[in-house]
């Protein structure tokens, strides 16, 4: 079974302060995808990012970074300059490759960014 | 813009009530389809999956009688809540795959009075 770890549950930084949101996996399997979403306060959930199991590339998008470590299964979300806009709940997900594989959450963080 | 339409955003109805929501992927076909609840504070939680033409696949613990759940076509899941009562009331949200993405819909806010 899938398991998603997020152990932070609140997180509160000023405004352009730097914020890392941690998630660490454990899965057997050897192929999988791990993702990020943000639900800010309206409650939708907004995709960030998916990353392969065979990419340990790190991604950089604007102000967000990626950075994923197999060997600590760890897939953990920097925010750089965060701003009040940041402040929301961020999830991070695994699912295997099949077909009609579920996404396993984590908890969720809860990120508030003061001005 | 989105990809993935849920309608309606809220609803407020009696106890008893029958709702429905629908779930649309927009600009691409989705075979599966998914149904979450989350519950304030709290992580999202799967009901079922639900795959086109066919009957959807319930998680441990959901009533499939009180959940109904119908995937006609390529594009439309719908929710039914039958004989809503207060503990229904909870934030329902759909989601549909695209590739290797899934997407997700702005969600249902449900109040049972």
């Known amino acids: 079974a899938q398991k998603v770890t997020q152990a932070q549950t609140e997180i509160s930084v000023v405004e352009k302060e730097d914020v890392t949101l941690d998630c660490v996996y454990e899965?057997?399997?050897?192929?999988?995808?791990l993702f990020w979403y943000k639900q800010p306060p309206s409650g939708e959930l907004v995709f960030l990012i998916r990353?392969?199991?065979?990419?340990?590339q790190n991604e950089i998008s604007g102000r967000y970074s990626w950075n994923f470590q197999k060997s600590t299964s760890s897939f953990n979300f920097t925010i750089t300059a965060s701003q009040v806009v940041d402040s929301a709940v961020y999830f991070c997900?695994?699912?295997?490759?099949?077909?009609?594989?579920?996404?396993?959450f984590g908890k969720g963080i809860t990120l508030s960014v003061r001005p | 813009g989105a990809v993935v339409s849920q309608h309606p955003s809220w609803v407020i109805c009696k106890s008893g009530t029958s709702v429905k929501i629908e779930c649309r992927s927009l600009d691409f076909q989705a075979t599966t389809m998914f149904w979450y609840r989350q519950f304030p504070k709290q992580s999202l939680m799967l009901m079922a999956t639900s795959n086109e033409g066919s009957k959807a696949t319930y998680e441990q613990g959901v009533e499939k009688d009180k959940f109904l759940i119908n995937h006609a076509s390529l594009t439309l899941s719908t929710l039914t809540v039958t004989s809503a009562h207060p503990e229904d009331s909870s934030f329902y949200i759909c989601?549909?795959?695209?590739?290797?993405?899934?997407?997700f819909g702005d969600g249902t806010r449900l109040s049972i009075l």
């Open positions: 990353r392969n199991s065979f990419d340990e």
């Open positions: 989601s549909a795959r695209s590739e290797a993405t899934q997407h």
């Open positions: 997900a695994l699912r295997l490759t099949g077909a009609n594989s579920k996404l396993t």
């Open positions: 899965t057997r399997d050897t192929t999988y995808y």
